[in-house]
């Protein structure tokens, strides 16, 4: 029973992190932050993975390098839309 709430909890912290569409992410990504979770995070985890998300996003510089690749890609923010203008530069 332990096993398999372990394993819905790393499925759904990868699909909260994950950049690509839900369902897209592999085997390894699903489980390659249920250890940091449940060691840095481990409160978190009865309210939800909202919350754990959120926990390992502020806690990033102490995830294992698979963890940390991860949520690093999941907050990077998104490139501007094509076309759209660059910020004005200040003049000097």
């Given at each position: 029973?332990?096993?398999?709430?372990?394993?819905?909890?790393?499925?759904?912290?990868?699909?909260?992190?994950?950049s690509s569409?839900?369902?897209?992410?592999?085997?390894?990504?699903?489980?390659?932050?249920?250890?940091?979770?449940?060691?840095?995070?481990?409160e978190?985890?009865?309210?939800?993975?909202?919350?754990?998300?959120?926990?390992?996003?502020?806690?990033?510089?102490e995830?294992?390098?698979?963890?940390?690749?991860?949520i690093?890609?999941?907050?990077?923010?998104?490139?501007?839309?094509?076309?759209?203008?660059?910020?004005?530069?200040?003049?000097k």
């Amino acid at each position: 029973m332990l096993h398999r709430a372990v394993l819905a909890f790393a499925v759904a912290v990868v699909a909260a992190a994950s950049s690509s569409p839900a369902g897209a992410e592999t085997a390894e990504e699903r489980l390659a932050c249920t250890a940091d979770a449940q060691t840095l995070c481990g409160e978190e985890i009865p309210d939800g993975r909202d919350r754990v998300y959120q926990c390992l996003v502020r806690r990033v510089n102490e995830l294992s390098p698979p963890c940390k690749r991860i949520i690093s890609a999941s907050i990077v923010p998104p490139p501007p839309p094509a076309g759209s203008a660059s910020p004005a530069r200040p003049r000097k």
